[in-house]
């Protein structure tokens, strides 16, 4: 629900810009843009929120925080392989503190796991 509010105050939001710039854009097929529009509004953006945050709901925190800081190191490697981006060396440098974050985050679940196993459990 709050996923939902937020999209919907940043559309208000942008509405009086696409006004003043034109709704639709120019074409031949208006009806059909329309559609694609609809079409990118819900599938690949209000889908995927409502899978991720399905997901979250049932997944530990420390798993979802790693999925989140692995999210911007992905669009990276998907901006180079697939649009032949390159990297700057604030990206680079973002990247490898991230992974690090990442590293460090395994291994701290690492410790904490072999650390309960090896407590004997009070009766």
Do not use: D, K, N
Request: with cysteine; net charge negative.
């Amino acid at each position: 629900a709050t996923t939902v509010g937020a999209f919907a105050v940043a559309t208000l939001c942008v509405l009086p810009l696409a006004a003043a710039e034109g709704l639709v854009p120019h074409t031949v097929e208006p009806v059909r843009l329309l559609w694609l529009l609809a079409y990118i509004g819900t599938v690949p953006t209000a889908l995927a929120y409502a899978l991720y945050f399905a997901g979250a709901a049932v997944v530990r925190s420390a798993t979802v925080s790693v999925i989140m800081l692995l999210e911007p190191v992905s669009a990276a490697v998907l901006a180079v392989v697939l649009l032949g981006e390159r990297l700057t060396a604030a990206t680079l440098v973002g990247t490898a503190l991230m992974l690090g974050s990442v590293g460090g985050l395994a291994v701290a679940e690492t410790r904490a796991a072999r650390t309960a196993e090896e407590e004997p459990a009070l009766v």
